[in-house]
């Protein structure tokens, strides 16, 4: 389908490629090859063409900003559902077919797995790439370098710093004190249920609020050495959030309802659920599922285990990673900064679809200054400014995370129906995940 | 006695069609109502009707995107089940009435053809579109499509039964060649038999889902199977959607319903003449 000069090029440049390729992966272990690592990302002569792949409604808009002012570097969209839900797997097949995009949307949390299958380009050759470190906020940089030296494997895009959405109104019609400590507020479930409500609903299902919430505490699930995975749902800190809301679920503090269907945006367009802990995206969610209480809701921090602690977690968010197999390494880097730092695509993005910047200068979008009428006029997105900052940046994802969050949601699923603990499904969930790794033969540490 | 006998598969039966039918009841209520009233009102009964309302802003989001996914499923299927159809229906034919050496073993192959079924298929396919680059177009999703090994076998059931050996000699002798009488006589004596194949295939590639999820990432080649798909995995962060996609997978329905009205007509006329005879 490509013109056959194109194809030529493309030959050519494969054949350097190659040879590129070769010197860096020797340069891999010693870290020193500076020099070589450097032409590893050197500009093309000529026009290129890249292929990106996601599936944010609306890209094309922004994208077309970018082709419109560089026409010796034009990007083609290409789209479909989102990453679990097929983009993930065709990019697998891609990668082995030889025909991957140039750009891919990776959210965190699947970053590992693609780097496990060597999909990625490392891009800490690109000298631009190293230079934007500064204008991320520092914890999604983490989430892309792995927090290893000389290794950027994506440029953050989006982010989902947590609060806590609340029912203002009915929080002061019952006299209940807007909780600030997680033992506040059982205490205020226990207020908020002899009014005749839920303090909030139990995700069952979707184990990111859940990671979220640990992150918060400071568990950690998963950590390389280098060689090895160490898996671990069963830190203190993972168990202490665990028996935290496993005692809410047991005196039945908190509906459970499944999330993301009509039932569980009717708990809260009803009035049966009254807070939520969630990322900053959440906002549009309970703006279109509960559009009868507008006005009513509020954002406030999400509430610490230790009074006076500021800590938050993260829920999603993604980046943009260049394939392996792109033969335009550079040019592929330079779009993915412009999309994701500068301010004409992140207000773009934002206005799309509502994507919350990873950049610090990102939170001082117009868009994201101003009040929100649903919310009482609040400014909501200045809580989770706050709030991002305040995420932990050493929390690391496995490389089999679909996996892992089946097995964990199954475990989930049948505490809520009254089987077992949430530390007993974590536990089973730790076991799974060490078998399916093992399974394919990555090496764990014991 | 009597009426014992028929009010028990009356039961039956009426059970069955409402199983089938509450589903696409619930549609048709859930499409017409707003999306503040989706979440309020009872699910079975409509509130205030505003089915125009959300077809109008469907066909409108993102440049009529939805229009154009209604316009490739059509052409893949229509296509690929016309196309498909005659294909079935000229090897089933030659199975049924030429002797060659090898004639049933090509019938087996075509046989077990049916067992293998289309999902195992679609991983392979797109390794060998890759090797010709053409993965990401309409030809990626339409050629493999074609081929429809269960109306083969359709075709030569039915052209063994239905199309008399007597009648190809004679129009052998007046001089028919052999092409032109495949045309003229023995396909109208299978037409029944390819109204089925026809609907069959007319299914079935309407739908193939996993094909295209992997072969296209071209928003404007997606059928609308895809297209719905994509938007119903971004729900969760962009719940304007789910009106669209319920709409959505109202107006698909559409076509399928229409086929099947049409075509039944032909349908319940050939079995009827083939039972007579």
């Known amino acids: ?362 939170a001082t979008l117009p868009a994201l200054t101003e009040g929100v009428e649903f919310y009482g006029g609040q400014k909501i997105y200045e809580v989770f400014a706050t709030a991002s900052t305040q995420v932990a940046a050493d929390f690391a994802w496995g490389p089999t995370m679909t996996d892992t969050y089946a097995s964990a949601s199954d475990g989930f699923k049948a505490v809520v129906s009254g089987t077992g603990t949430l530390n007993e499904a974590l536990k089973t969930a730790q076991t799974k995940t060490i078998d399916t790794l093992k399974s394919q033969s990555i090496p764990v540490a014991e | 006695m009597k009426n014992v006998n028929r009010i028990g598969p009356m039961v039956v039966m009426g059970a069955a069609t409402l199983y089938f039918l509450v589903p696409i009841w619930w549609l048709l209520v859930a499409a017409s109502k707003s999306r503040a009233q989706f979440n309020n009102t009872t699910p079975l009964w409509f509130a205030d009707f505003s089915l125009g309302d959300n077809l109008g802003e469907l066909f409108a989001y993102r440049d009529g995107v939805f229009l154009r996914w209604m316009l490739n499923s059509v052409l893949y299927t229509g296509g690929a089940a016309l196309i498909g159809t005659v294909l079935a229906a000229m090897c089933g034919y030659a199975l049924a009435k030429y002797r060659f050496p090898g004639r049933e073993a090509i019938f087996n192959v075509v046989l077990s053809g049916v067992l293998v079924p289309a999902t195992a298929l679609a991983l392979p396919l797109f390794l060998i579109f890759s090797q010709f680059e053409a993965t990401n177009t309409f030809w990626s999703v339409f050629l493999p499509s074609l081929v429809n090994p269960f109306g083969v076998y359709l075709a030569r059931i039915y052209a063994t039964a239905s199309v008399p050996d007597e009648l190809l000699e004679a129009s052998r002798l007046d001089g028919s060649g052999e092409i032109r009488t495949f045309f003229t006589i023995s396909s109208k004596l299978m037409f029944p038999a390819l109204v089925t194949i026809f609907l069959f295939h007319f299914v079935a590639v309407w739908n193939n889902f996993l094909l295209p999820l992997i072969m296209l990432g071209n928003e404007r080649l997606f059928p609308v199977t895809l297209g719905l798909y994509s938007w119903n995995t971004q729900v969760n962060q962009i719940p304007e959607l789910r009106m669209f996609v319920l709409t959505g997978a109202l107006v698909s329905i559409v076509p399928l319903v229409i086929a099947f009205l049409f075509l039944q007509r032909f349908w319940r006329n050939g079995l009827g003449s083939g039972a007579i005879k």
């Open chain 1, 1 to 362: 389908m490509r013109p056959p000069m194109r194809s030529l090029s493309i030959l050519l440049t494969s054949a350097l490629a190659v040879t590129l390729a070769a010197c860096s992966s020797g340069s891999d272990d010693t870290s020193s090859g500076e020099a070589t690592d450097a032409s590893a990302c050197a500009p093309a002569t000529g026009n290129v063409e890249l292929t990106y792949t996601t599936w944010i409604p609306g890209i094309e808009d922004v994208v077309k900003l970018w082709n419109d002012k560089n026409p010796n570097i034009q990007v083609k969209v290409q789209t479909g559902p989102n990453g679990n839900g097929g983009t993930y797997a065709n990019f697998f097949n891609q990668l082995k077919a030889g025909n991957a995009p140039d750009l891919g949307h990776i959210e965190y949390d699947a970053l590992p797995s693609f780097r496990v299958q060597d999909g990625l380009t490392n891009l800490a050759a690109c000298s631009e790439v190293t230079a934007a470190k500064d204008k991320f906020v520092d914890w999604t940089w983490g989430q892309v370098t792995f927090g290893e030296e000389n290794s950027v494997y994506g440029i953050p895009q989006d982010t989902g710093p947590m609060a806590m959405f609340y029912r203002k109104d009915l929080f002061e019609k019952n006299n209940i004190a807007l909780p600030t400590t997680w033992d506040e507020y059982t205490a205020a479930a226990e207020k908020v249920k002899a009014a005749g409500g839920y303090i909030t609903n139990f995700s069952q299902s979707d184990i990111s609020q859940f990671a979220g919430l640990s992150w918060q505490a400071g568990g950690r699930w998963f950590s390389n050495d280098g060689s090895k995975w160490t898996v671990n749902f069963q830190d203190d800190n993972t168990k202490k959030v665990a028996d935290y809301w496993q005692n809410l679920i047991s005196k039945k503090l908190v509906s459970s309802v499944p999330p993301w269907t009509t039932e569980w945006d009717n708990a809260y367009n009803k009035g049966n659920a009254w807070t939520w802990v969630s990322a900053v995206w959440g906002a549009n969610s309970i703006m279109s599922g509960a559009p009868d209480t507008s006005g009513k809701w509020a954002v406030a921090p999400m509430p610490q285990w230790t009074a006076g602690g500021t800590s938050a977690g993260n829920w999603g968010g993604s980046s943009t990673a260049v394939f392996k197999t792109s033969k335009h390494p550079y040019e592929a880097a330079k779009f993915a900064l412009w999309l994701n730092t500068s301010d004409e695509a992140l207000t773009a993005l934002n206005k799309a679809a509502q994507l919350y910047p990873a950049t610090k200068s990102g």
